[in-house]
């Protein structure tokens, strides 16, 4: 069982108070569990705080720690 700890009130304006009550029927969640899931959807496309990651960085070792910040070392590189 889910122990809530918090509550929260909210102001909404008629065009979210309209999408609240459409999701509730479609979905036949209470109200709560609507706020809740758009909050951990929310915060799944917005990860974290600070420098976006680097895709693949520290995944291949050329032994070089300057190699993507050197330009002598992509001379010729793509040609």
Known sequence: MMIMK???QAR???DAQK???????RLRW???KVVREGIRLLAASHPGSGRPK???LGKFSSG???L???KKHLQ????
Not at 19 to 25: G, H, N, P, S, Y
Not at 76 to 79: E, H, I, R, S, Y
């Open 68 to 70: 993507g910040s050197n």
């Open 30 to 32: 209470s109200p709560s």
């Open 76 to 79: 010729g590189f793509g040609q």
């Open 54 to 56: 680097i895709a693949g």
């Open 12 to 14: 909404l304006d008629d």
């Open 19 to 25: 999408a609240l009550d459409q999701l509730v029927r």
């Open 64 to 66: 070089r720690a300057d």
């Open 6 to 8: 918090t509550i929260v």
